[in-house]
Every structure is written in structure tokens, then in C-alpha cells.
């Protein structure tokens, strides 16, 4: 469990503390995902109408998946009610020195808080402890609110370029740092 940083940048008081998730927060998991996609649908490979039909059932039986293991992590901030982020993690097949670092969300109310921080922070010592030394993401080229954030946290754009997975239109940047 890792605590959650304030100071300077933080504009609100963080009580959080983030956590692999478990099987005893898939009712959570699953009201975060619906406002994750309510409020970025471009960021998330589903759609709010897919993930809302979905069964509890469903989500629980992933949230399992996720609770353990060395291929797949979810990590939370958790204050102790709603959750408040997200960040996953799960193996590169075509690399497995690194772990594609997915899903990555804030609730608005606190974002720059550091929360952003200690979730990517969280799925880095998982890397590591699964023996992967490298972690990537990718963000829609023109959400450059994401790319400064993601710079600050040391990720530097690969040059690589590649559509969207869901939305063909778009294209997105790869990003890449130690984890």
C-alpha cells in the first residue's frame, strides 16, 4: 500500500491510499470505470454503454484477474469511499522486459493532487518486481494535458506513432520510461 504524496502541488488534502485492487472492490471498480468513461471517452477501449451492460458478475470475475498475479495489475486510490483513480498494467507480448502501463484515470476533483503520481508509481515496483524494467503508454496526439503530466512523471515520447485502436481517426503517441 502506498501513501498518497501532498504539498505544494496539491490543492486538496489527500487521505488516499493506493492499492492493488481486490475482489472486495469490484462494486467500486465498477462505478469508477462508468465515470471513466462518461467523462473521457476517447481515453478507454469501450464504450459507457458496453462497460454499463456488462454484469457485476463480469466485473468482479476481472477485478479477480487483476488482484494478483504477474501479467495483469490494477492499481486504485482509495479514500475510503468512491474510488478516486486508476492505473493498470499488463505485459507487452511482444516485449516482456515492459509493461504497457492502461487505463489511467483521475476523478476531476483531484487531479494534480499527486495521485497521478503514486498510481504510475505503483504499477512501476510491480514491473520491477515481475522483472520488467521498462514501462509505455500511449495518449490520443492532442491531449497534451497528458503528455506534460506523463512528462513530469519522467516519460518521454518515443517519436512512435499509431492509430487509435478504437477510433481510426485519431492516432496516438507512444511514451516511455524506466519503471
Not at 507480448?93 to 503514486?118: K, N
Not at 485502436?165 to 524506466?178: G, N
Amino acid at each position: 500500500m502506498v501513501s498518497l504524496r501532498t504539498g505544494p502541488r496539491s490543492t486538496v488534502t489527500s487521505t488516499e491510499t493506493v492499492h492493488r485492487v481486490t475482489p472486495g472492490d469490484a462494486a467500486r471498480m465498477r462505478a469508477l470505470r462508468l465515470e471513466m468513461l462518461a467523462d473521457s471517452p476517447l481515453a478507454f477501449l469501450e464504450t459507457l454503454a458496453a462497460a454499463a451492460a456488462r454484469s457485476h458478475e463480469d466485473y468482479r470475475r476481472r477485478i479477480t484477474q487483476a488482484s494478483a498475479g504477474r501479467t495483469l495489475a490494477q492499481f486504485v486510490a482509495d479514500p475510503g469511499g468512491p474510488l478516486v483513480g486508476h492505473a493498470g498494467g499488463t505485459v507487452l507480448p511482444e516485449d516482456l522486459s515492459t509493461t504497457v502501463v492502461f487505463a489511467v484515470y483521475i476523478t476531476p476533483a483531484r487531479r494534480g493532487t499527486g495521485i497521478l503520481a503514486d498510481l504510475v508509481d505503483a504499477v512501476a515496483a510491480w514491473s520491477k518486481e515481475a522483472g520488467r524494467d521498462q514501462l509505455m503508454l500511449e495518449v490520443v496526439v492532442g491531449n497534451d494535458r497528458a503528455v506534460r503530466a506523463y512528462e513530469r512523471l519522467g516519460f518521454t515520447d518515443t517519436g512512435v506513432r499509431v492509430p487509435h485502436p478504437v477510433i481510426p481517426a485519431l492516432t496516438e503517441l507512444q511514451m516511455r520510461r524506466a519503471a
